[in-house]
T-cell receptor, first 112, second 115 residues
Framework: GESVGLHLPTLSVQEGDNSIINCAYSNSASDYFIWYKQESGKGPQFIID?????DKRQGQRVTVLLNKTVKHLSLQIAATQPGDSAVYFC???????????FGKGTSLLVTP | NAGVTQTPKFQVLKTGQSMTLQCAQDMNHNSMYWYRQDPGMGLRLIYY???????DKGEVPNGYNVSRLNKREFSLRLESAAPSQTSVYFC??????????????FGPGTRLLVL
């Protein structure tokens, strides 16, 4: 099955700084990638996604970068705010099957 | 538009008891999923329903059964609860299963403790 991992289990940043959360995957047949945010006691919330035919996609204050050569994606959050404190998961879909494979999550802590 | 809803929010069971977790979505999605989330781990797929009338096993189906009651509702049943099933359970839905670029949307979760 898919192996999905995150490089750091926790990340602490100061308010206003930019945050970068990384995710590695192992299956080159992966074709769709999603970042989710999960606040304490809540379900995962969709942030941004990217298809395998793209290498960058931007949303509001968030950017996802995909490097298929090294099987790596990252989530960049600009001007991080206290409300960004949460656990962030990457989820990867292979080009066959129905399941998303989730990483274990990176906990982002934003300090004032 | 409530999205994905789950009941109950919390439940405590004794070993051997049974219960059903309910999930409903109002987004007219075809596909629905049940995941469990354990501390320090990502979400793991228990069962999914690609479309109304079909269900299939995911990564960790043992000890669970599911029913796709109609297009909106997908329930998860624990016939004889075990402490190893203590977890947070999330239901999700997507417009189409198995297609690339199909985002799954999650409910708020059910926190289950089995004593």
């Amino acid at each position: 099955g898919e192996s999905v991992g995150l490089h750091l289990p926790t990340l602490s940043v100061q308010e206003g700084d930019n945050s970068i959360i990384n995710c590695a995957y192992s299956n080159s047949a992966s074709d769709y990638f999603i970042w989710y945010k999960q606040e304490s006691g809540k379900g995962p919330q969709f942030i941004i996604d990217i298809r395998s035919n793209m290498d960058k996609r931007q949303g509001q204050r968030v950017t996802v970068l995909l490097n298929k050569t090294v099987k790596h994606l990252s989530l960049q959050i600009a001007a991080t705010q206290p409300g960004d404190s949460a656990v962030y998961f990457c989820a990867v879909h292979e080009n066959s099957g129905y399941a998303l494979n989730f990483g274990k999550g990176t906990s982002l802590l934003v300090t004032p | 538009n409530a999205g994905v809803t789950q009941t109950p929010k919390f439940q405590v069971l004794k070993t051997g008891q049974s219960m059903t977790l309910q999930c409903a979505q109002d987004m007219n999605h075809n596909s629905m999923y049940w995941y469990r989330q354990d501390p320090g781990m990502g979400l793991r797929l228990i069962y999914y329903s690609a479309s109304e009338g079909t269900t299939d096993k995911g990564e960790v189906p043992n000890g669970y059964n599911v029913s796709r009651l109609n297009k909106r509702e997908f329930s998860l049943r624990l016939e004889s609860a075990a402490p190893s099933q203590t977890s947070v359970y999330f239901c999700a839905s997507s417009l189409v299963a198995g297609a690339s670029q199909e985002t799954q949307y999650f409910g708020p979760g059910t926190r289950l403790l089995v004593l």
